[in-house]
């Protein structure tokens, strides 16, 4: 059993939690989530869990609970129980859903740090790790570096040079499940009530970790180390498990999309040098394209900055406004349908009336 502070909660939960004065419930927390059906962690033990009231009618997708939320809970037995509301969250995790339509998906809720995981093989990539760095950043999660699989790998220090110059501020741990290289050191990030979720390519070693962190094997992981060139992913859904000497680890199924949402703040501080050079420019919306007098265009020229640097933040730039735009033009439509159904009902109770 564990207390709710080994679960994560704090005195933003308990604030929230005084203000809906309930009775007959327990906060409880979501570990994971299949559709309506929920299982959850709280003080007494887990659970089964359906939901009710209001959630079950007329919510909001993303007021739906996610893993990682914290729920007003109420046991009917030992094993099985209600879900009445969900507690409004710290932060939460969210990427563009896959595919053509821009809206987002909450992937995880109330999360302190994101182990990014990277292969110290084919997986390795600059431009992902890029990607991952501005979408959690865009919702206040810290960022750690994980390179696993060392022991495949024989060119760490340059590896590591290369992620240095891109996010200098950003801790960084190589590692190997395998020979255990540096997996007590990874450890040492992981603290009593603390959320860390887990993302990354499938076949990074991401459940391997988490497994080797609990010191059993909970989680499935492929056996067959080629699966991942197959593109078989091991972990099918999102599990938050806390580990016995503290901290709660969440394992996410490798993700091959990860799509960035509105992420102005995200690309700020992943290309804070950009950021920096532009404070430079001549026009305040310089685009750094062609505009004379550009910071952004002399710091190319001179190799300060890389080239493949600026084209990944021009790229991540124009998904993002993709995105803000769909949503913005979306918005608008709901907006004027909600108009037009408005009219036609005020009409036909006209009609009614007469
Ligand atoms: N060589 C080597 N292989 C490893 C290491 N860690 C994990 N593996 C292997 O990599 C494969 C994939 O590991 P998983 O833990 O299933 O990877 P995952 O990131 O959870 O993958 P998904 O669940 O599909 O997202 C397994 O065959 C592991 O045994 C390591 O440090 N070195
Ligand atoms: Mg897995
Ligand atoms: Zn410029």
């Not at 609990?214 to 099918?236: C, L, P, Q, R, W």
């Not at 690309?267 to 550009?294: N, S, W, Y």
């Not at 735009?325 to 349908?337: F, I, Q, T």
Request: hydrophobic share 35%; with cysteine.
């Amino acid at each position: 059993m564990y207390t709710l502070t080994q679960l994560g909660w704090n005195n933003h939960f308990q604030k929230e939690w005084d203000a809906l004065s309930l009775t007959d419930f327990i906060p409880a927390r979501i570990i994971t989530e299949n559709k309506t059906q929920y299982k959850l962690i709280s003080e007494t033990g887990i659970f089964e869990a359906n939901l009710m009231g209001k959630l079950l009618y007329g919510s909001e997708a993303e007021d739906l609970p996610k893993v990682g939320d914290w729920v007003a809970f109420q046991a009917m037995d030992d094993q099985n129980g209600f879900i009445f509301e969900t507690l409004p969250r710290q932060n939460s995790l969210a990427r563009k859903k896959a595919g053509q339509e821009q809206s987002a998906q909450i992937i995880a809720s109330n999360i302190d740090k994101a182990f990014l995981v990277q292969s110290l093989d084919h997986n390795f990539n600059i431009r992902r790790l890029e990607r991952y760095l501005v979408q959690v950043y865009e919702f206040d999660i810290q960022p750690i570096i994980i390179l696993n699989k060392s022991d495949l790998c024989d060119d760490l220090v340059e590896k590591i040079m290369e992620i240095e110059a891109i996010a200098p501020s950003v801790k960084i741990y190589p590692c190997s499940v395998h020979d255990e290289t540096g997996m007590e050191d990874i450890k040492t990030e992981v603290k009593e009530g603390e959320s860390i979720i887990f993302l990354g390519s499938s076949g990074v070693g991401k459940s391997s970790i988490i497994n080797y962190m609990m010191g059993e094997t909970h989680f499935k992981t492929s056996e067959i180390s080629d699966a991942v060139n197959k593109g078989k992913h091991t972990t099918t859904h999102r599990e938050l498990i806390v580990l016995p000497e503290g901290g709660i680890l969440i394992d996410n199924p490798g993700t091959r999309e990860f799509g960035l949402t509105d992420v102005k703040k995200g690309l700020e501080m992943t290309f804070e040098e950009i950021q920096v050079l532009a404070e430079g420019c001549r026009f305040k919306g310089c685009t750094h394209q062609h505009e004379p007098d550009c910071k952004v265009q002399e710091a190319l020229a001179e190799g300060t900055l890389s080239e493949d640097r600026f084209q990944s933040y021009l790229k991540l730039q124009r998904e993002s406004a993709n995105y803000q735009m769909s949503n913005y033009e979306r918005r608008k439509k709901d907006k004027s349908l909600g108009k037009m159904y408005k009219s036609i009902q005020n009409g036909s109770r006209k009609l009614k009336n007469k």
